[in-house]
């Protein structure tokens, strides 16, 4: 069967991690066609549309996109960007990966945060003798990527029928005086069918990777309906799971406890912004940015991308020293996505080997300021990083 995966590069380093990440899924084995897909500012600036219908129609057709990273700007910057023959034509910024997600309900949004022995980046703890100890850190955080905070509906000098209506409930007596343009409001809506279908992937994927805990992360003493919404369906969804435990933890204390026993959690499950917050979280206990992978999945398309922007300091340095390793395991991702999991255990398998050896090592993994004298200073360049783990396949 031939398969074909739609490209995404996008803008800045997510050029050169995409075209990295080429090279190793090839040397790995992995057989398919790509096709490549405009996205990014690039098309903004020249088209007024960071995500041409052409892309889109792309991923309709091929179903799975591998994803670098885009730069966005404010609204006013990217006007100011824009082509001027495009200038009086009605356009508006828009982020075409929150573009991506929506149109195609990409709303199970997995990051697995995971812990490769011997990475200088580990997190560490003293331990009670004085020593040192270094918890290998396996946890995946499912995160509702379409609704809740993130959802968009919002505003800055709530129109009449909104204040009205807000003004039914009780509590909003404490705001009766404030004028609505003095006012900015940004709603957090969730859904029954959001929630359990952000559950439901949690505990399957729980089920199907052996994690044996899903932990509930949002705040329900004090957002009742939305986080009580999550959590009374996380209960209801976790009886068809009698060997998974559900846990709950409110967000502010997870982050507490973020450095306390980080290894004892196994899946998590957030609204989409408790669940930004909480995989940066447990990103940063694993190696950050240059480590951090991600898929987002909707029933027909999904998409896979490092959690890390377009990084534009880092764009132009040649020979380029970002770390390419999280679009590798974004990659590593899409295969187990598609049923290629030996293709993807045998890249992790070399990944894990490159790091724990420590020969070659990228800027961030060495602490170093990032610049052109990186590699003066040791730091590996990307090219060679890719060299390494091709080499250990
Ligand atoms: P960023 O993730 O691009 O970079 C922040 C810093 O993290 C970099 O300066 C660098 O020090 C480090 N970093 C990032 N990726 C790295 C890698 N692979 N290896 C080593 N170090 C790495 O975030 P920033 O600077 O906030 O945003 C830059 C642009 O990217 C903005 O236009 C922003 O809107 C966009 N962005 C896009 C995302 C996406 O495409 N999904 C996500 C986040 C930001
Ligand atoms: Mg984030």
Same mark, same amino acid.
């Given at each position: 069967?031939?398969?074909?995966?739609?490209?995404?590069?996008?803008?800045?380093?997510? %050029?050169?991690?995409?075209? &990295?990440?080429?090279?190793?899924?090839?040397?790995?084995?992995? &057989?398919?066609?790509?096709?490549?897909?405009?996205?990014? $500012?690039?098309? $903004?600036?020249?088209?007024?549309? @960071?995500?041409?219908?052409?892309?889109?129609?792309l991923?309709?057709?091929?179903?799975?996109?591998?994803?670098?990273?885009?730069?966005?700007? !404010? %609204?006013?910057?990217?006007?100011?960007?824009?082509?001027?023959?495009?200038?009086?034509?009605?356009?508006?910024?828009?982020?075409p990966?929150?573009?991506?997600?929506?149109?195609?309900?990409?709303?199970?949004?997995?990051?697995p945060?995971k812990?490769?022995k011997?990475? /200088?980046?580990?997190?560490?703890?003293?331990?009670?003798?004085?020593?040192?100890?270094?918890?290998?850190?396996?946890?995946?955080?499912?995160?509702?990527?379409?609704?809740?905070?993130? #959802?968009?509906?919002e $505003?800055?000098?709530? /129109?009449?029928?909104?204040?009205? #209506?807000?003004?039914?409930?009780?509590?909003? %007596?404490?705001?009766?005086d404030? !004028?609505?343009?003095?006012?900015?409001?940004?709603?957090?809506?969730?859904? +029954?069918?959001g929630?359990?279908?952000?559950?439901? @992937?949690?505990?399957?994927?729980?089920?199907?990777?052996? *994690?044996?805990? +899903?932990?509930?992360?949002?705040?329900?003493?004090?957002?009742?309906?939305?986080?009580?919404?999550?959590?009374?369906?996380? %209960?209801? +969804?976790?009886?068809?799971y /009698?060997?998974?435990?559900?846990?709950?933890?409110?967000?502010?204390?997870?982050m507490? $406890?973020?450095?306390?026993?980080?290894?004892? *959690?196994?899946?998590?499950?957030?609204?989409?912004?408790?669940?930004?917050?909480?995989?940066?979280?447990?990103?940063?206990?694993?190696?950050?940015?240059?480590f951090?992978?991600?898929?987002?999945?909707?029933?027909?398309?999904? +998409?896979?991308?490092?959690?890390?922007?377009?990084?534009?300091? *880092?764009?132009? =340095?040649?020979?380029?020293?970002?770390?390419?390793?999280?679009?590798?395991?974004?990659?590593?991702?899409? =295969?187990?996505?598609?049923?290629?999991?030996?293709?993807?255990?045998?890249?992790r398998? @070399?990944? #894990?080997?490159?790091?724990?050896?420590?020969?070659?090592?990228? *800027?961030?993994?060495?602490?170093?300021?990032?610049?052109?004298?990186?590699?003066?200073?040791?730091a590996?360049?990307?090219?060679?990083i890719?060299?390494?783990?091709?080499?250990?396949?």
């Open positions: 069967m031939s398969r074909t995966i739609v490209t995404l590069p996008g803008d800045g380093i997510g %050029k050169i991690v995409l075209n &990295e990440s080429l090279k190793l899924l090839k040397e790995a084995g992995f &057989e398919a066609n790509y096709t490549h897909g405009d996205i990014g $500012w690039e098309f $903004w600036c020249k088209e007024g549309n @960071a995500l041409p219908e052409r892309t889109i129609k991923l309709e057709e091929h179903k799975i996109g591998l994803f670098g990273a885009i730069t966005s700007k !404010p %609204k006013d910057a990217a006007a100011k960007e824009l082509d001027p023959k495009l200038s009086e034509k009605g356009f508006v910024y828009f982020s990966i929150v573009g991506l997600r929506q149109h195609f309900n990409l709303d199970v949004c997995i990051r945060c812990s490769f011997g990475n /200088p980046l580990n997190y560490i703890r003293h331990d009670a003798k004085g020593g040192f100890e270094e918890p290998l850190v396996d946890a995946v955080v499912f995160r509702q990527n379409t609704e809740g905070l993130y #959802a968009g509906v $505003w800055t000098d709530p /129109p009449k029928v909104v204040r009205d #209506a807000l003004e039914t409930h009780p509590k909003m %007596k404490k705001f009766k404030v !004028p609505s343009e003095e006012m900015a409001l940004s709603t957090r809506i969730v859904s +029954v069918n929630c359990t279908r952000i559950i439901k @992937a949690a505990f399957e994927y729980a089920k199907k990777f052996g *994690y044996k805990n +899903v932990t509930v992360c949002e705040k329900p003493n004090v957002l009742r309906e939305t986080s009580g919404m999550m959590y009374r369906i996380a %209960k209801e +969804v976790a009886k068809d /009698p060997v998974i435990e559900l846990w709950d933890t409110n967000i502010d204390a997870q507490m $406890w973020l450095t306390k026993n980080p290894e004892v *959690y196994g899946v998590l499950v957030a609204e989409n912004m408790f669940g930004d917050i909480i995989s940066d979280g447990f990103a940063g206990l694993v190696g950050g940015l240059g951090a992978c991600s898929a987002n999945i909707g029933d027909e398309v999904a +998409v896979f991308e490092p959690t890390h922007g377009s990084a534009p300091k *880092y764009e132009k =340095l040649n020979p380029s020293i970002v770390n390419p390793m999280a679009m590798f395991l974004s990659a590593c991702m899409m =295969l187990d996505h598609i049923g290629e999991q030996n293709i993807a255990t045998k890249i398998n @070399a990944i #894990a080997k490159v790091v724990e050896e420590g020969k070659v090592r990228s *800027y961030d993994m060495m602490k170093l300021r990032g610049g052109a004298d990186a590699v003066n200073k040791g590996a360049t990307t090219q060679q890719t060299d390494e783990v091709i080499k250990n396949l």
